[in-house]
C-alpha cells in the first residue's frame, strides 16, 4: 500500500534531504535545490497578508530547502505583484496569486498557511485552515481577543494541526541559552522581569471617509470585523491603533517580550493585572496607548511588567527591545540573540554576543535569518522531526498576559484574574472585553 503525502514527508525528508545536499555538493542554491523535481517531497505553503511582514516571510519561507511558496494572498493586488516578484527570484517555481486566501486552503497540495495579515483576522483564518487540514504559521499576537485564542487552542487540539506562533525568540540559540542559565540559577531564583519596547512613530493624523481605492478589496480585509466605512488613514499599518482592528503596541511589540518574561519565570496565569498609560504624545486618530507600563502578579511570588513607548524612542538598557530578569544573585538582560549576567554589584558574570544584526523597529524584517531558524523548526515539525519551539498552547498564554493589560487599560483598574485558567473574576465589565461581536456569517465556531 502506497504511503500518503505526508507520510512521505514525515519518512525521507529528513534523511533523503540531508542524502541529496551531501551528494551534491555546497555549490547547490536552495532556489537550484527546489527546483529539482523528485529529490524530496516539498512543502507547499500559502502566505496570506503580503503587503509588509508578510513579504519578508514570503522569501524566508521560499529560501528554505524542501519548502515551495506556492500561494501568496492578499486584498491588495498591488502586494500580490510585488511578492510574486520577489519570490520568483528565490525559487524556480513562481507563485500563484489568489485574492481570497479561503481559495488556496481548497487545494490539496498546499500543506500549511503562513498568516501575517492584520490581527483580526489571525485567529479567524488560522481556525479555517486547520479546518480545511493545513497547518498554520500565526504571526503574533494569535488573536485579537482572548476567547479567539481558546477557540485556536481548541481548533489545533480537535483537527490535529500544527499551530506555530510567531514568537521567533522561542528558537534563537543564545536565548533558549540564556533561559536554560535561568532555570540552572546563575542569578538565584528569579522574582521579577521587566520587558520593554520603544519607537518614535509619527501622528497618523485625522482620517476621513473616502472612496475604496480600486486595488483593495476592502470588505475582505474586513472579513470577521463589524463593517465600518473606509477612511484614508487606516490602511495599510494605521490599523494596528485602532480597536476594532488591531491590539495596540502591546501585543503588537509586547507579546515577544511577555513570552520571554513568562518563559523564564516559569510561569502560566496571573492573580492580578494592571495598566497605566494613554495616548499622549500626539492628538489624532489613534485610540490605543502609545505609552503603557503592564503590570502582572503571579502566585509564584514573582511578578513582570513591560514598557511600552511608542512615540519616545528612548533605549533602555541600551536597547530599544530588551528583556531583564531579576533574581537573588543578579540579573541577567537579553538583548536580541545575546545576553549578559551580572551580579548584585553589577560585575559581569557571563557574557553571550550575537554577531548578527538585529533591527526591534524595522517592522517589516527585523531578523531575516533568525526568522529561518523559527521556520524550519516549525517545518521539521510538519514533517514529524520537531516540536513546535511556539506551539499554540503557550502562545495563546503570552497573548492572553497582553490583551489583560489592554483590558485593564481600557476599564481603568486592576484585574482580579484566576491563576487556574486565566479568567477575569468580579468584573462584568472587564469581561465584555474577552470576545467581540462579528461580522454576521463571519464567527468562529468549531
Not at 505526508?6 to 527546489?34: D, V
Not at 553571550?352 to 521539521?380: A, C, M, S
Request: net charge positive; with cysteine.
Amino acid at each position: 500500500m502506497k504511503n500518503s503525502r505526508r507520510e512521505f514527508i514525515r519518512q525521507t525528508s529528513g534523511g533523503a534531504a540531508a542524502l541529496a545536499l551531501s551528494g551534491l555538493g555546497s555549490s547547490l542554491s536552495a532556489k537550484s535545490y527546489a527546483g529539482i523535481v523528485g529529490a524530496n517531497d516539498r512543502i507547499h505553503v500559502s502566505i496570506m497578508g503580503v503587503n509588509s511582514r508578510g513579504n519578508a516571510l514570503a522569501g524566508t519561507f521560499a529560501r528554505q530547502a524542501n519548502c515551495t511558496v506556492a500561494c501568496i494572498c492578499d486584498v491588495d493586488k498591488r502586494a500580490i505583484e510585488k511578492c510574486i516578484a520577489a519570490v520568483s527570484k528565490i525559487q524556480s517555481e513562481p507563485p500563484k496569486g489568489i485574492k481570497d486566501f479561503r481559495r488556496s486552503l481548497d487545494d490539496k497540495e498546499i500543506d500549511a498557511l503562513v498568516i501575517a495579515a492584520p490581527d483580526h483576522w489571525h485567529a479567524p483564518a488560522a481556525l479555517l485552515a486547520c479546518k480545511a487540514g493545513k497547518n498554520v504559521y500565526v504571526e503574533k499576537p494569535c488573536s485579537h481577543n482572548p476567547r479567539e485564542g481558546e477557540i485556536l487552542v481548541e481548533g489545533a487540539k480537535k483537527y490535529k494541526k500544527i499551530v506555530q506562533l510567531g514568537t521567533q525568540r522561542r528558537s534563537w540559540s543564545h536565548v533558549i541559552e540564556a533561559m536554560q542559565e535561568l532555570k540552572k540559577g546563575i542569578i538565584g531564583r528569579p522574582y521579577f522581569s521587566k520587558g520593554w519596547y520603544t519607537n518614535n512613530r509619527k501622528s497618523i493624523g485625522f482620517g476621513k471617509e473616502a472612496a475604496v481605492p480600486d486595488w483593495l478589496d476592502y470588505d475582505l480585509w474586513q472579513g470577521p470585523a463589524p463593517r465600518k466605512p473606509y477612511r484614508d488613514n487606516l490602511i495599510h499599518y494605521n490599523w494596528h491603533w485602532f480597536w476594532h482592528w488591531g491590539t495596540g503596541e502591546a501585543l503588537n511589540n509586547g507579546t515577544h517580550m511577555l513570552d520571554m518574561m513568562r518563559w523564564g519565570l516559569g510561569v502560566k496565569y496571573p492573580v492580578r493585572v494592571s495598566s497605566a498609560g494613554g495616548r499622549f504624545h500626539f492628538k489624532d486618530d489613534w485610540e490605543t496607548p502609545d505609552t503603557q507600563v503592564i503590570t502582572l502578579d503571579f502566585a509564584e511570588n514573582v511578578s513582570m511588567a513591560w514598557e511600552g513607548r511608542s512615540c519616545s524612542g528612548r533605549a533602555i538598557d541600551g536597547t530599544s527591545a530588551g528583556v531583564i530578569f531579576h533574581g537573588e544573585k543578579g540579573s541577567l538582560l537579553i538583548n536580541g540573540n545575546s545576553y549578559l549576567v551580572q551580579d548584585l554589584d553589577e560585575k559581569t558574570i557571563k557574557e553571550v554576543k550575537e554577531n548578527r544584526v538585529i533591527d526591534p523597529r524595522n517592522t517589516v524584517n527585523p531578523t531575516d535569518d533568525l526568522d529561518g531558524v523559527h521556520i524550519r523548526n516549525f517545518l521539521e515539525s510538519i514533517r514529524g522531526n520537531a516540536r513546535p519551539n511556539a506551539e499554540i498552547e503557550g502562545g495563546y498564554i503570552s497573548t492572553l498576559l497582553c490583551q489583560l493589560g489592554n483590558i485593564a487599560q481600557r476599564t481603568g483598574r486592576s484585574l482580579k484574574i484566576d491563576p487556574k485558567n486565566g479568567h477575569i473574576l468580579e468584573d462584568e465589565a472587564a469581561q465584555q472585553y474577552w470576545s467581540r461581536t462579528y461580522e454576521k456569517g463571519w464567527e468562529m465556531s468549531l
